[in-house]
Every structure is written in structure tokens, then in C-alpha cells.
């Protein structure tokens, strides 16, 4: 069963800076992409960042320049630089098992809260 456990969270001043962590385990197939989503109250769910095995970024265009994804193995992270109150919203960390090219599925974390207000 594969298990996706976000940290690092919290409460942070305007301007400050978090870094998000999660973990993937569980299967013995590989993980493609990981990656950090976020839903603020009253919104969609939106993605911030993502990272493929071979190294390629993608980021929202509202953090680009601020965030910053990175990985190791079944780890990925989330460093989170000049945060705005915008940015509040509960982040989720979604992963993609390779079992097969036609065969993909994936798994989200429970979330952590990230608030940014003074």
C-alpha cells in the first residue's frame, strides 16, 4: 500500500520561508512524478510544483522565482522563500507510480496547513 506522509507546515510571518517535506513508500515500482499541490478555502486545487524522475521542474507562474522543488529518491521538498498570505492554503504532495508505461497511478498525502499572516 503505497503511503504518501507530508511535513512541515505551519505558520509563518509575510516574507518568511517554509520547507515542505514528503515521503513515498510502499511499492516496489518506481515513482515518476512527484510534486506539491494547494487549495486555499473556497478554491480549486491547484498545482505549485512538480519534479520528474529525470530532473525536470514545473512551476506555477505565482511562484515561480520563490518556490523551489527538489527530490531525492521517494523524497521531495519544497522550499518555499518570500512567502505572501496568498500562499495560505493546505498543500498536498502527489506522486505517480510507474508500474507499467500504460499503467500510472497515483496517490496523494493527507496535506499540510501552510499559513502566511503576521
Known amino acids: 500500500q503505497v503511503q504518501v506522509v507530508e511535513s512541515g507546515g505551519g505558520l509563518v510571518q509575510p516574507g518568511g520561508s517554509l520547507r515542505l517535506s514528503c515521503v513515498a513508500s510502499?511499492?516496489?515500482?518506481?515513482?515518476?512524478?512527484m510534486g506539491w499541490y494547494r487549495q486555499a478555502p473556497g478554491k480549486r486545487r491547484e498545482l505549485v510544483a512538480t519534479?520528474?524522475?529525470?530532473?525536470v521542474t514545473s512551476y506555477a507562474d505565482s511562484v515561480k522565482d520563490r518556490f523551489t522543488i527538489s527530490r531525492a529518491g521517494n523524497t521531495v521538498y519544497l522550499q518555499m522563500d518570500r512567502l505572501r498570505p496568498r500562499d495560505t492554503a493546505v498543500y498536498y504532495c502527489?506522486?505517480?507510480?510507474?508500474?507499467?508505461?500504460?499503467?500510472?497511478?497515483?496517490?496523494w498525502g493527507q496535506g499540510t496547513q501552510v499559513t502566511v499572516s503576521s
Open positions: 519534479m520528474s524522475t529525470g530532473g
Open positions: 502527489k506522486v505517480i507510480v510507474k508500474i507499467n508505461d500504460a499503467v500510472t497511478p497515483d496517490f
Open positions: 510502499g511499492t516496489r515500482f518506481p515513482f515518476s512524478n
